[in-house]
């Protein structure tokens, strides 16, 4: 048995799959498998390819096909999952059909700690729903019996109602999110801090850098805020939010195993008090999540440029192209090019080099009224 | 880059998928990764488990479904695929959408040697055919564009027209494969020789043994045969066939690239004339992926055991059950716990300890007529 295998974990992963290249459960699967956990794909939609490519086919599962699928795993008492990871869900009714899952696993666990949901509500990007409006409070009832959210900047503040224009915003948006949803833990993956107003606190990032801002609630609902500045790489990879929450439930059942005191008996697997946030699991895991990441990443990138610059010195192929077909056969390739090169890049995955620290929001750091 | 990873390889898997367990592509796909094959899975079916458990749920794709999908692949120039791998699919139709797939992407691959086709012909077994009688004669017609076939001991007998009764029957079976469907590369898995008639020649092997039987044709389209003896275990375990073809495509691979001689871009990779049966790489290739099957086969019986070890202890479970359904509960736990344990396993996968070898079938050990 190899050393870097995480503890013996069944996860249920419940999200899209793509044929071509690594999104989704696609991505999923293999990143927690690689880690060791025995994973249950179920997938709500199967496409040729990510959207990213402005073109696919396929089909999107229905709310009941998903239910029959979670249905036929029940009959024969293949449901003893210890984790279920759930992403993109094709329409309000299927977010539905997915948390009735969540809810029946957690019901079905009894001990507190022996199931942990980890769900990421993919609603949108960059200021901008990519689903239709009815799925927003379809997660924002769903998510109330998650265990950990992975919200984007974006998302964050869908579901939070606060606009993050500052750290204070920031640490409002997660303070209400855990309020509002009783959710115990929050990652919000990547907001650029330098492009927010400072209020004169925390040292700020340099501008290349991506933060990613996490808190474990205390026993009195108060956040246990953590950052981790990342070196941001000049591509966009698809795929990277699915990359983040799997190797995320691999590393943290890691860190809540290695933390013993009965953690993994707990409810949510919330740490006592006297832990610190920079020493919770969450951040311990999310420190060896983006060390594997920005490893992968950079090797992507350089195998993309090598690609792209492959590109620059061919001109024959374009020859009897309109410009406006030249232009698509360029993006399609490029688009194919920053496929995160995961497959070959497995000891990353499975041996993180851990290159960043986590920083704790202080107090003092944060404006008067969140203190 | 760990040196356990085969050369880099692009495959396109077309088969069966399973939220729970490990056949199709569920098993083939991480079989496949975790030997560095970077893997586009096109889901033939998504059940909820298979169907060895005599219940589940789920949905088939159509033809037309396939065929999209591809569509998909085709439009955004997502076809660089260095093999592809074909197992079950639920129709004649859905055969026929595969075989297209298929030979179009011979046609697309243009070099000799460039794209290699292994197609599981899945049918049947023990003597039975598991699908619908018209899947047969389409098998029959597209198995004429693969590459490499692995049809376990019934669907050689119904390809090639020929019971197989003994070893001479079994020698004429391969011989008739290809001859009538011109495929270079042919492998019976698991004959059990012990209960052949042995026509008095070759050492049989003892009766808890089984024997995979390999062949690739010779320029005058005679076969080289070789055949691996391996001790055969005590259980019936689900997606053995997956496996056996997943690892085949990545070891062959490897073989052929470390055969040299331009092997590789030599048309369906066949040897020349001068490279003896066990010296072939289909056969070295055998060796690792039976290797590798075994042990991980031996540690899934192990934990098989254990976990009926402490099903016989259990009683209290079966209060207020009928017989019938205690006997239905019993089945599927039994079903259950033979799962082939892949993930934790890995390493038997990527670094088999080789323990078998490949013995020729020499001219003189074959009945006269087949010599």
């Known amino acids: 048995m190899s050393n870097s295998l995480v503890p013996e974990t069944r996860v249920l992963a419940?999200?899209?799959?793509?044929?071509?290249?690594?999104?989704?459960?696609?991505?999923?699967?293999?990143?927690?498998?690689?880690?060791?956990?025995?994973?249950?794909?179920?997938?709500?939609?199967?496409?040729?390819?990510?959207?990213?490519?402005r073109q696919f086919k396929g089909t999107r599962a229905t709310a009941q096909e998903?239910?029959?699928?979670?249905?036929?795993?029940?009959?024969?008492?293949?449901?003893d999952f210890d984790v279920m990871l759930s992403g993109y869900a094709p329409s309000a009714a299927a977010v539905e059909a997915v948390g009735a899952i969540g809810m029946d696993l957690k019901k079905k666990s009894g001990k507190p700690g022996s199931f942990f949901w980890v769900l990421d509500p993919v609603m949108g990007d960059q200021g901008r729903l990519y689903v239709n409006g009815d799925v927003v409070p379809a997660y924002k009832e769903v998510?109330?019996?998650?265990?950990?959210?992975?919200?984007?900047?974006?998302?964050?503040?869908?579901?939070?109602?606060?606009?993050?224009?500052?750290?204070?915003?920031?640490?409002?948006?997660?303070?209400?999110?855990?309020?509002?949803?009783?959710?115990?833990?929050?990652?919000?993956?990547?907001?650029?801090?330098?492009?927010?107003?400072?209020?004169?606190?925390?040292?700020?990032?340099?501008?290349?850098?991506?933060?990613?801002i996490g808190s474990t609630t205390k026993s009195d609902g108060s956040p246990r805020l953590f950052r981790v500045d990342v070196p941001a790489l000049d591509c966009f990879f698809s795929g990277t939010g699915d990359m983040?929450?799997?190797?995320?439930?691999?590393?943290?059942?890691?860190?809540?195993?290695?933390?013993?005191?009965?953690?993994?008996?707990?409810?949510?697997?919330?740490?006592?008090?006297?832990?610190?946030?920079?020493?919770?699991?969450?951040?311990?895991?999310?420190?060896?999540?983006?060390?594997?990441?920005?490893?992968?990443?950079?090797?992507?990138?350089?195998?993309?440029?090598?690609e792209?610059?492959?590109?620059?010195?061919?001109?024959?192929?374009?020859?009897?192209?309109?410009?406006e077909e030249q232009q698509k056969q360029d993006y399609l390739r490029r688009t194919k090019a920053a496929e995160v090169r995961l497959v070959r890049n497995v000891q990353f995955l499975r041996d993180p080099l851990v290159q960043f620290e986590a920083q704790e929001w202080r107090k003092e750091d944060l404006p008067v009224g969140l203190q």
């Open 14 to 53: 419940v999200a899209s799959q793509v044929v071509y290249g690594h999104v989704g459960n696609s991505m999923a699967s293999f990143a927690m498998q690689s880690l060791g956990c025995d994973v249950a794909a179920l997938n709500t939609v199967h496409f040729s390819n990510h959207t990213g490519y």
């Open 66 to 79: 998903i239910t029959d699928l979670y249905q036929g795993l029940c009959q024969s008492n293949l449901t």
């Open 143 to 212: 998510i109330k019996h998650a265990d950990l959210i992975l919200p984007n900047q974006f998302e964050a503040e869908v579901l939070s109602g606060i606009e993050i224009t500052s750290l204070a915003t920031l640490a409002e948006a997660i303070t209400a999110i855990h309020r509002i949803y009783s959710v115990p833990h929050v990652i919000i993956t990547s907001v650029q801090l330098s492009k927010l107003s400072q209020s004169g606190c925390t040292p700020t990032p340099p501008e290349n850098f991506l933060t990613v």
């Open 244 to 306: 983040f929450a799997a190797l995320m439930v691999a590393r943290l059942r890691e860190a809540v195993a290695a933390a013993g005191d009965g953690l993994q008996s707990t409810a949510s697997w919330v740490s006592p008090d006297s832990v610190s946030a920079t020493t919770l699991p969450l951040a311990q895991a999310t420190l060896k999540v983006l060390s594997s990441m920005h490893s992968v990443l950079e090797r992507t990138m350089e195998a993309r440029n090598a």
């Open 308 to 323: 792209l610059a492959k590109m620059a010195l061919e001109t024959s192929q374009s020859e009897g192209l309109s410009v």
